[in-house]
């Protein structure tokens, strides 16, 4: 995903959705790019049932933390993680 940052926010945000998607089940993420790598996710999912906040964030981080390593990463913050269930 190193090329993401060279074609703009809209495919970090596109990358998110389909890097949450791929490990959440049924999610519907909508992502709210700051600026500077900075975003805000609000993932509403089914999986999410009967999980503590804790593990609901621990899945969304999972997910997208390839997106985050590293020095030239393309998401350097995670500024809002809103999640609830459907």
Do not use: C, W
């Amino acid at each position: 995903m190193d090329n993401a940052t060279s074609e703009g926010p809209l495919s970090i945000a596109n990358a998110l959705k389909q890097a949450i998607a791929r490990s959440v089940p049924d999610a519907e993420v909508e992502v709210i790019s700051s600026g500077g790598g900075h975003y805000s996710l609000h993932v509403r999912s089914p999986a999410f049932r009967d999980r503590s906040t804790l593990e609901r964030h621990r899945m969304v981080y999972t997910a997208i933390a390839p997106l985050m390593a590293g020095d030239t990463a393309p998401v350097h913050a995670i500024d809002t993680l809103k999640t609830a269930v459907e």
